[in-house]
Structure formats: C-alpha cells, structure tokens
C-alpha cells in the first residue's frame, strides 16, 4: 500500500511539473502598432483604451511597432511627447519594449533622448544600445531591430552581422523579429520601406529565412496585413514566414493593400495577440477602440 502511496505521489508530481513547464514556456505577447497621433490625457483614445484592454490578456510583454510619436526636433519638446506616451500606454508600460521608428528619430539627439527615456536591453550591436536588442520570453527569442538608423529604409550590416550571429546561438523554439518598415509593403509604402533598397533587405531576409524564423513584424503602413513571404514573393526563399504589419494603433488610415499582395487586411485602429505554443502560433486581432475580436489565425512552424 506504501510503494502505490509513493507511486501516486510521483505521478502527481510528474504531471504537475510538465502541467507548470508547459505554462512557463508558453508565451503571450501583445503587438501595437503606430500611435504618432495620441493625444495626451485622453482617456477615451485609442492608445489609452488598447492598453487597457491588453492589460487584461495577461502578457509576457507588449512591443511597439514604432512612431510613438509626432515629429519633434530638440530635447524639451521630444521628452515631453515621450512622456506623455509612457503616461498614455501606463497599464503596460513595465511590460512595453518600443521599436524605433523614422518619426521617432528626427533630429541628432533623438538617439540619446530615446536611451535616456527607455530602459531596454542593451545587448544589441554596437552603437546601438536600446535602439536594437534582444530577449526571451517563455519558449521564444525576440529581436528587435532598427530600420531608421543610421537612414532610413534600411537594416545596415552592423545589425544584420549582428543578428547572424545572435540567432546563430539561440536555442528557444520560436523567434519573432521586429523592425518598423516592412520588408515587402503592400499599400501607402510601396518604395518608401526595406523595398528602397532591394539587395540591403534581400540580404536580411535571407538571414531571417536560414534560421527559420517563426514571424516578422512591422508598422509604418497604417493597417494590418497578413502576408505570407515564400518563394513565390522572395524567390531564394528556403521557408516561408509570416510578414505581420501592425501599423495603426492610434494613427491615421492608409488606404487598402495593391489587389492580391495579402492574404487578409483591416483598415482601422488595431492590436494584435500573439499566442505561442510549441510550434503552434495563434494570432488574435482586436479593435483599439471597442476591444472587439477581429479576426483569429493559427499556423504552424
């Protein structure tokens, strides 16, 4: 009776600890897109309400898909607008990890005001504390990479020797990179993102494709689009990768994707949850302004 007592015990516990290790590595995350035209002390914005909502769908972390802001160009006024955001999105802010975007680095000092403001990993390339990096979270790496700097419209070798040799070590299941111009636009952007410079983005994306990345999120075009990059859009291409633009979480609308250059769109103020689960990724689309569901899609690595 003792030995089955000892045996129930050791099933119990057995359970229990993969019932645990599957919550843990798991993950939830949020993904916002542009929000340059919040407006301060607005409780009923679109920003202010998306963070609210996401607040309550118990989140490993929230990343920003970048243009925080409107233009600015000194110090007083940007660190005013960046503290009127973190205000704005304070339900989740702990949990926020921001991409740069091009409004968001407008001037000289941009740089230094974003790491003065932010407190983010400063595991990135070099020169590019906080403006690029990495972490973890449960089951999946995350890269953040900066397509403003040093220009616009393109990932330079630095960051992209940098990834190379940061995902060349990692060992989570999944990996979700972001970065703010898109690599394959589909509507407003077409020739003023990654696309500029096809040989700079080509080279990235082969990068992306030879360590099978889970997904690639972006924002600058103001919409959601849903497009799937293969060979058949990439011709080197050895997988195929989901290409997320979160675009408008409180911004103005762009005007639909060019006919059959996505899989699925929507035009109004967004968030996107992501859900990743072994090899499954679940992505559920909300309204920013009435928390309604949108839309729910899974695939599989």
């Not at 843990?24 to 407006?39: C, I, L, P, R």
């Not at 407008?106 to 020169?127: H, M, R």
Request: glycine share 4%; net charge positive; proline share 4%.
């Amino acid at each position: 009776m003792c030995n089955k007592k000892k045996l129930l015990i050791l099933l119990v516990a057995a359970f229990s600890f993969v019932l645990f290790s599957n919550k843990s590595f798991a993950v939830t995350f949020a993904v916002m897109g542009d929000t340059q035209s919040f407006e301060a002390g607005n409780a009923n914005g679109a920003l202010q309400k998306a963070a609210k909502k996401i607040k309550r769908k118990k989140i490993r972390a929230a990343i920003v898909m970048g243009d925080l802001k409107s233009d600015c160009y000194n110090d007083t006024t940007c660190l005013s607008y960046f503290n009127n955001w973190k205000s704005a999105i304070s339900p989740i802010y702990r949990k926020t990890y921001p991409v740069m975007g091009n409004h968001d680095r407008t001037y000289s000092g941009a740089d230094a005001i974003w790491q003065s403001v932010f407190k983010l990993p400063t595991n990135g390339p070099e020169n590019y504390s906080e403006l690029s990096y990495a972490f973890n979270k449960g089951n999946s790496h995350f890269v953040v990479l900066n397509s403003s700097k040093p220009d616009s419209y393109i990932i330079d070798s630095n960051q992209r020797n940098w990834l190379e040799q940061d995902l060349s070590r990692n060992r989570k299941k999944n990996i979700f990179v972001f970065y703010h111009m898109p690599a394959f636009p589909v509507s407003s952007h077409i020739g003023s993102a990654l696309d500029l410079y096809p040989e700079e983005r080509d080279a990235l994306w082969k990068i992306l494709d030879r360590h099978k990345v889970t997904a690639v999120f972006s924002g600058h075009e103001h919409l959601f689009v849903r497009k799937k990059i293969d060979s058949s859009v990439f011709l080197s291409a050895s997988n195929s990768i989901y290409q997320f633009t979160v675009g408008n979480t409180d911004t103005s609308a762009y005007p639909p994707p060019q006919e059959g250059s996505s899989e699925y769109y929507y035009l109004d103020k967004h968030f996107l949850i992501v859900k990743a689960k072994n090899k499954k990724i679940t992505t559920e689309l909300y309204s920013a302004v009435t928390g309604k569901k949108i839309n729910t899609f899974s695939f599989k690595r």
